[in-house]
């Protein structure tokens, strides 16, 4: 077969490798920690999957609109608006299997080759995978973890061109649970205001956030016209198999997004979608009480990690991945993940799996037991002890 120049462009996300690495291990027997998935480990609510139950029975078996269903629609609008302290209309929401179609789908409708598009480093994978897929060139922002993983407003000034079509924000962010400070987001908005570029602002973990409350870039100033929101239900709710996401953004772009949709997936799926519809409009006690427990660990897993010596780690202020600095440690970040895995059996990603400037760190996703974090740590305090410092 002869593929497309343009299938050598994509990147991937290893998450899902070493998933497959971790499970061959221990499929020979061996015990391993997860931490390298980016899922809580928590139940869909009840009365979610009661309500897709219900809908199976009342037959939300077919096709449905490519942007969603309305009553979907009109809910995650008002949620946005709520959450967000903004006015959302409906017909700026366009529902996706997932929150990573609207990555790709925003991606391709605004950049082609010649453009450039500004993302963070450490970041996602998709973003520059996709950046690079439609021609466009990535950009990267470094965040710096002595700014507690943000960015430099000035270093990001200095990035745009005239060729700037696209700017991605994510917090709070993976893979550092870092936080943009909202006076940052301002001083963003207005270069993205005054250049007229649109901002793609990744808020999968809007509702993870441990101190004080969650800003949206969209909600400065001029922003209403150039603001992009990729949200859904994977991590709020822990739907992650059901891939629920949506995005909210100018109706003139969303018309290209639900156009992008009926042309890949048609639609979400329709008893799915209702599930969310119970998520968004039922309780959200067990939103809060799977924050409290993901506190409970983050404080007990950091703690824990700055207590080894060569490793130092960042308070995440949100999501639930910590990002230890590891470069004292005598390995590459990546040879330090594999022997993690298989001499210590803990799965974590390298720092470097999230782009080049993540080079020296390591991510482990805290989704997991407080038994099995303690498990983990003992193991790694072993592993970092035997391969020594620099
Ligand atoms: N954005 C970020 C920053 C993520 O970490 C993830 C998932 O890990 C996604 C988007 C995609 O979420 P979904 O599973 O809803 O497609």
Same mark, same amino acid.
């Given at each position: 077969?002869?593929?497309?120049?343009?299938?050598?462009?994509?990147?991937?996300?290893?998450?899902?490798?070493?998933?497959?690495?971790?499970?061959?291990?221990?499929?020979?027997? +061996?015990?391993?920690?997860?931490?390298?998935?980016?899922?809580?480990?928590?139940?869909?609510?009840?009365?979610?999957?009661?309500?897709?139950?219900?809908?199976?029975?009342?037959?939300?078996?077919?096709?449905?609109?490519?942007?969603?269903?309305?009553?979907? +629609?009109?809910?995650?609008?008002?949620?946005?608006? +709520?959450?967000?302290?903004?006015?959302?209309?409906?017909?700026?929401?366009?529902?996706?299997?997932?929150?990573?179609?609207?990555?790709?789908?925003?991606?391709?409708?605004?950049?082609?080759?010649?453009?450039?598009?500004?993302?963070?480093?450490?970041?996602?994978?998709?973003?520059?995978?996709?950046?690079?897929?439609?021609?466009?060139?990535?950009?990267?922002?470094?965040?710096?973890?002595?700014?507690?993983?943000?960015?430099?407003?000035?270093?990001?000034?200095?990035?745009?061109?005239?060729?700037?079509?696209?700017?991605?924000?994510?917090?709070?962010?993976?893979?550092?649970?870092?936080?943009?400070?909202?006076?940052?987001?301002?001083?963003?908005?207005?270069?993205?205001?005054?250049?007229?570029?649109?901002?793609?602002?990744?808020?999968?973990?809007?509702?993870?956030?441990?101190?004080?409350?969650?800003?949206?870039?969209?909600?400065?100033?001029?922003?209403?016209?150039?603001?992009?929101?990729?949200?859904?239900?994977?991590?709020?709710?822990?739907?992650?198999?059901?891939?629920?996401?949506?995005?909210?953004?100018?109706?003139?772009?969303?018309?290209?997004?639900? +156009?992008?949709?009926?042309?890949?997936?048609?639609?979400?799926?329709?008893?799915?979608?209702?599930?969310?519809?119970?998520?968004?409009?039922?309780?959200?006690?067990?939103?809060?009480?799977?924050?409290?427990?993901?506190?409970?660990?983050?404080?007990?897993?950091?703690?824990?990690?700055?207590?080894?010596?060569?490793?130092?780690?960042?308070?995440?202020?949100?999501?639930?991945?910590?990002?230890?600095?590891?470069?004292?440690?005598?390995?590459?970040?990546?040879?330090?993940?594999?022997?993690?895995?298989?001499?210590?059996?803990?799965?974590?990603?390298?720092?470097?799996?999230?782009?080049?400037?993540?080079?020296?760190?390591?991510?482990?996703?805290?989704?997991?037991?407080?038994?099995?974090?303690?498990?983990?740590?003992?193991?790694?305090?072993?592993?970092?002890?035997?391969?020594?410092?620099?």
């Amino acid at each position: 077969m002869r593929f497309a120049d343009r299938m050598s462009l994509l990147g991937t996300e290893t998450a899902f490798e070493v998933l497959v690495k971790a499970r061959a291990l221990e499929a020979t027997g +061996r015990d391993v920690v997860h931490l390298e998935i980016g899922e809580p480990d928590f139940d869909t609510p009840r009365h979610v999957i009661e309500a897709a139950k219900e809908a199976l029975d009342q037959g939300y078996t077919h096709y449905g609109p490519s942007a969603g269903l309305p009553e979907l +629609r009109e809910a995650i609008a008002q949620d946005v608006a +709520r959450q967000r302290g903004t006015t959302v209309q409906a017909s700026q929401v366009v529902v996706t299997p997932g929150g990573k179609p609207i990555m790709f789908f925003v991606i391709m409708a605004l950049a082609q080759p010649g453009d450039e598009v500004i993302y963070p480093n450490p970041g996602f994978p998709i973003y520059e995978s996709v950046i690079r897929f439609v021609g466009a060139t990535p950009v990267p922002i470094p965040l710096r973890e002595d700014k507690k993983f943000s960015l430099d407003v000035n270093e990001l000034r200095d990035l745009v061109t005239e060729r700037t079509r696209l700017i991605i924000l994510n917090s709070p962010q993976n893979p550092t649970g870092g936080i943009l400070p909202q006076a940052d987001l301002q001083a963003i908005a207005e270069i993205a205001v005054q250049r007229g570029i649109p901002v793609l602002s990744d808020e999968i973990y809007s509702r993870m956030v441990y101190d004080g409350e969650f800003h949206s870039i969209t909600t400065c100033d001029g922003m209403q016209e150039l603001g992009i929101i990729l949200d859904g239900f994977s991590k709020t709710y822990a739907m992650t198999g059901w891939r629920l996401g949506y995005g909210v953004m100018p109706e003139e772009l969303a018309v290209h997004v639900t +156009r992008l949709m009926t042309n890949s997936n048609s639609c979400t799926s329709s008893f799915s979608q209702r599930a969310a519809l119970a998520a968004l409009t039922g309780p959200q006690e067990p939103v809060d009480a799977m924050m409290a427990e993901f506190r409970r660990r983050r404080d007990i897993f950091v703690e824990g990690l700055n207590t080894i010596p060569g490793v130092r780690c960042a308070m995440p202020g949100g999501a639930f991945y910590a990002f230890p600095n590891v470069s004292q440690v005598s390995r590459s970040c990546k040879e330090l993940a594999d022997y993690l895995l298989q001499t210590g059996g803990v799965a974590s990603l390298a720092g470097v799996d999230f782009g080049v400037y993540g080079e020296g760190y390591l991510r482990f996703s805290y989704a997991n037991s407080q038994a099995n974090l303690r498990k983990a740590l003992e193991r790694i305090a072993d592993c970092v002890d035997q391969l020594g410092h620099r």
